[in-house]
């Protein structure tokens, strides 16, 4: 095995493909002799689109928009890529066919055709069961519930699925796989063994044996194939599943020590955690609906989803139909003068987890608290953004303050990263809320973590489970102080 110093001076090329559910960004990282740059070569839109009252993914624009971007890292590289890994959001997946083509387009998580289904199978496999096996918090929109739903809709299933960075992944010409942080997060993972539950699948009546298998973080799926393989940079590139569940890259790219902090992760969702050498799986973990999920050497991620930018995201998106061209650091800069809301908002009613009108849906929900509604006038936009940035705060802080006494642990420290960190408001209001340390870490961790795996696993760096989570922390703060270009 290579050591710390000599892998820092063997010349490396990554890219880092960073899918997200309201843009996806295709990074290139190059590294020579103790220096080094990360340039973002592409980046595109993204977001569900609606057909016939679903809302799926546009899987051929998001392939080709790849496509495109990988080509643009084989153009600006100084010689050949080395491998390329993705990282992207969770539970979504794409069905195959014996081909290992698409049936159709994926289905996004915020389609309301799971709305019921985790009630009606907690009726064969209680909730508490459930959790006790996978650690898992409770969403409606888990892979689970929507595997679920494709047998109830009676969809073809194909030969299996993939999630979506896996497929993509799969789809340069890797075997078909289920990297283990993004596994977890499908809630049919067993917590203690890693491995799928036949206890899962049975209650749900599904087939165990079209799920893909499960690999550790930094594992190489293959070499790049297809139209991409004629490229000269890329003709040899390995294809590595990195922590393929992009909170898992953003956390494995905090250059972060000891024991005392925790994270936030905040973009559209917000993931509020910290990380345990072991599963948490007791009864105040099920009843606070805290969630367990992999990472890097066998440990855990206890966090919990937090409604996030969705809710600034969805009202700059209605106020923009509405004519009123708010940017959100327009909203940011003029909430420093509002004074702080009388009341708050509850920001993870399942009524704000929704696409439409949501200046409309939080009067809906202020309205259900007993609270008088918000002007939803374009040019009022500034109170109903101080609405949510405050109530942000205090719900990160009381999820913060829940792990806390849920495990045990004392932070210290509360590392931010994400584009929401750039939210300096925001940021202030949580530090005074959780009386923590406020660290701004970086913006695109994602990218960070995801390349830094890449790294670690082309040095060869094992660990108890996969690729070294030393040598990725030691990666991922060479990469944290280079320039992005």
């Not at 992207?88 to 309301?112: E, H, I, T």
């Not at 696409?355 to 929900?365: D, H, S």
């Not at 101080?386 to 109530?391: A, E």
Request: net charge neutral; charged share 20%; hydrophobic share 40%.
């Amino acid at each position: 095995m290579s050591s710390a110093k000599s892998s820092g001076d063997i010349p490396r090329r990554v890219a880092a493909i960073d899918m997200g559910a309201e843009s996806c960004r295709i990074s290139l990282v190059q590294w020579n002799s103790g220096q080094g740059g990360i340039c973002e070569v592409h980046r595109f839109s993204n977001g569900p689109v609606e057909h016939e009252t679903h809302l799926y993914w546009d899987l051929k624009h998001i392939e080709e928009q790849l496509r495109l971007g990988l080509r643009k890292c084989a153009e600006q590289a100084d010689g050949p890529v080395d491998s390329i890994g993705v990282d992207g959001w969770a539970v979504d997946y794409v069905r195959l066919d014996v081909n290992g083509n698409p049936l159709q387009p994926p289905f996004c998580y915020r389609d309301p055709r799971t709305v019921g289904c985790p009630e009606q199978f907690w009726k064969t496999l209680a909730a508490e069961r459930l959790y006790s096996l996978t650690g898992i918090q409770m969403l409606r929109f888990n892979t689970l519930y929507q595997l679920i739903s494709d047998r109830q809709a009676g969809l073809d299933p194909g030969i299996g699925w993939a999630n979506l960075p896996e497929y993509v992944l799969h789809h340069l010409g890797g075997a078909r796989v289920s990297e283990y942080t993004n596994a977890t997060h499908t809630q049919l993972v067993s917590a203690s063994e890693r491995i799928w539950s036949n206890e899962i699948f049975r209650a749900a009546s599904l087939d165990q044996t079209q799920a893909p298998e499960i690999v550790p973080p930094g594992t190489i799926v293959g070499t790049i194939r297809g139209e991409l393989a004629a490229l000269p940079q890329c003709k040899t590139a390995f294809l590595i599943a990195p922590a393929c569940h992009d909170t898992g890259a953003a956390v494995a790219g905090i250059p972060a020590q000891g024991d005392d902090w925790a994270f936030l992760s905040s973009g559209t969702w917000s993931l509020v955690g910290t990380t345990l050498d072991q599963p948490c799986v007791t009864r105040d973990a099920f009843r606070n609906n805290l969630s367990n999920e992999g990472g890097l050497d066998g440990k855990v991620r206890f966090l919990k989803n937090v409604n996030g930018m969705w809710l600034i995201e969805e009202c700059l998106r209605h106020w923009r139909l509405a004519g009123a061209a708010w940017k959100a650091t327009d909203l940011v800069e003029a909430c420093q003068k509002q004074p702080p809301p009388k009341e708050l908002l509850n920001v993870d009613e399942p009524e704000l987890m929704l696409a439409g009108e949501m200046p409309k849906r939080i009067n809906l929900v202020l309205k259900r608290q007993g609270f008088a509604p918000c002007s939803d006038r374009p040019e009022d936009a500034p109170t109903i953004a101080n609405l949510v940035f405050h109530s942000l705060a205090a719900r990160y802080a009381q999820v913060l303050a829940m792990i806390r006494d849920v495990t045990g642990k004392q932070f210290r420290r509360l590392y931010v990263v994400g584009g929401g960190s750039r939210n300096t408001f925001l940021n202030r209001l949580l530090q005074e809320r959780s009386g923590l340390e406020v660290i701004r870490g970086p913006v695109e961790s994602s990218t960070i973590g995801n390349a830094a795996i890449q790294l670690a696993a082309l040095d060869g760096a094992k660990g108890a489970y996969g690729v070294s989570a030393g040598r990725v922390s030691e990666w991922s703060e060479r990469l944290a102080k280079l320039h992005w270009n």
